[in-house]
């Protein structure tokens, strides 16, 4: 009766060990998609600045790309490159990507965020009616915009202003207008000066480029700027580049200008991270009046660290997978591969180990009716058995049955035959008489 409870707990413990495999292969597989991350979500949400800038242009162009890819790219206008770096920063937002000017935030304010490489030039441009200016401190008492609260330009342009010592409203008229309204406005003379910040493309610097009556001020000491604010950089606007038949502008014009990065949370699926550098690498290769052709994208760090994805990007272009098979595809693959690592994890050990155990607990089998017949021996010479006793020697013939019923493997059936061989012994020790 022993031996059959302990034939019961024995199966009892395979099972437990099948289900405890099983579930460590689903907790494995679990943490594996969890940690790995290998499917990449189908939309994500960008920062844009308002309807008409040039940034939101830039959303529009990624977003045709990365659809192609079948990955929707929803455009979220804010007030502006500050406001974009805030809704960042919030988790909660659902903000995962923005195109950022140098300057606005650093990697203690922001930990959570990275860079994927400087995109294009960001200049801050100021126009002027009627005001030849040829210093910041001639702003002093005129009505200047300097962009709607939130955005660059008037983060900048407040901070430029407070150096030469025009940073209230008694010192000027700061109005926080859009570079439309700011545009529209210094052309009807109802403003004097405007700070404007945005790419060569950006519609209202075009505009107000080629405006009659309205001027684009040099930066005096523009070298002393970049010196005091590392992020900015000085560039030459060249005479005539606007308009070599008016002349626009008529001299070169010095300006200051910060790079924009591509800015993302730094838990953004890599495989939209790789989307986004390729796209990159289409809208921004291409040259332009401040940079040669290649020179952006760029490995630049301005003021969050690379992205180790961006990093990777830069040296080998993307993933084999993404490289070599279209998008969902290589993300199929991936997937499977993902879910081979926690599978081959649990199971290339076990597969070592379970024949050893198997052979153990085949061995162990064999050891316990070599255990019992053990103690029929002894009961047999004990001075207290009969060779007569009927249970004594039908307790013989049970364990000669379950023994030559028992399966074994091939390596261990001589030893079986042989613990049959002492057990027909015994029993014939047994049954016979004094």
């Not at 990624?62 to 804010?78: F, H, K, N, Q, T």
Request: charged share 20%; proline share 8%.
């Amino acid at each position: 009766m022993n031996i059959l409870k302990s034939e019961q707990v024995n199966r009892r413990l395979i099972g437990i060990a099948a289900i405890s495999v099983a579930v460590l292969t689903a907790v494995a597989i679990w943490l594996t998609f969890s940690l790995l991350r290998p499917t990449p979500p189908r939309s994500v949400a960008m920062a844009i600045n308002p309807e008409g800038s040039f940034n939101a242009e830039l959303g529009n162009r990624y977003r045709e790309l990365l659809a192609r890819d079948g990955i929707e790219l929803r455009l979220v206008p804010s007030a502006g490159a500050v406001d974009s770096m805030a809704q960042l920063r919030n988790p909660k937002s659902g903000i995962s990507i923005a195109i950022i000017p140098g300057g606005i935030s650093n990697h203690q304010e922001s930990p959570g965020l990275v860079s994927l490489g400087t995109l294009f030039y960001e200049p801050l441009w100021l126009f002027s009616r009627g005001q030849h200016l040829e210093s910041l401190e001639q702003l002093r008492n005129l009505r200047i915009s300097i962009g709607p609260e939130g955005s660059a330009s008037h983060m900048l342009g407040l901070e430029l202003l407070a150096r030469v010592g025009v940073n209230d409203q008694k010192s000027a008229n700061l109005l926080p207008l859009t570079p439309q309204e700011s545009a529209a406005k210094l052309l009807n003379g109802d403003i004097d000066a405007s700070f404007l910040m945005g790419a060569w493309e950006t519609p209202a610097v075009q505009q107000l480029l080629l405006a009659k009556g309205i001027d684009l001020a040099s930066i005096r000491r523009a070298d002393a700027w970049a010196a005091l604010y590392p992020f900015l950089n000085k560039l030459v606007v060249p005479a005539g580049v606007a308009s070599m038949a008016e002349n626009r502008p008529p001299t070169d014009v010095l300006l200051i200008a910060p790079k924009a990065s591509l800015i993302v949370r730094d838990d953004l699926h890599p495989a939209i991270q790789y989307l986004l550098l390729e796209a990159a690498s289409k809208i921004h290769s291409g040259p332009g009046v401040f940079h040669k052709a290649g020179q952006f994208p760029a490995p630049e760090s301005m003021d969050l660290p690379l992205s180790t994805h961006a990093r990777q990007f830069y040296k080998t272009g993307p993933p084999f997978l993404q490289r070599n098979l279209p998008f969902w595809l290589a993300v199929l693959v991936q997937q499977v591969l993902v879910l081979l690592l926690p599978i081959v994890g649990v199971l290339y050990p076990l597969l070592r180990v379970s024949p050893k155990v198997f052979m153990s607990i085949q061995t162990r089998r064999v050891y316990r009716l070599y255990y019992e017949l053990r103690l029929l021996e002894r009961e047999l010479t004990s001075a207290g058995s009969t060779k007569d006793d009927k249970d004594f020697i039908g307790r013989f013939d049970q364990l000669e049955d379950r023994a030559s019923r028992l399966w074994v493997p091939p390596s261990l059936r001589p030893q079986l035959y042989e613990l049959r061989s002492h057990i027909r012994l015994v029993g014939e020790k047994a049954k016979t008489p004094h």
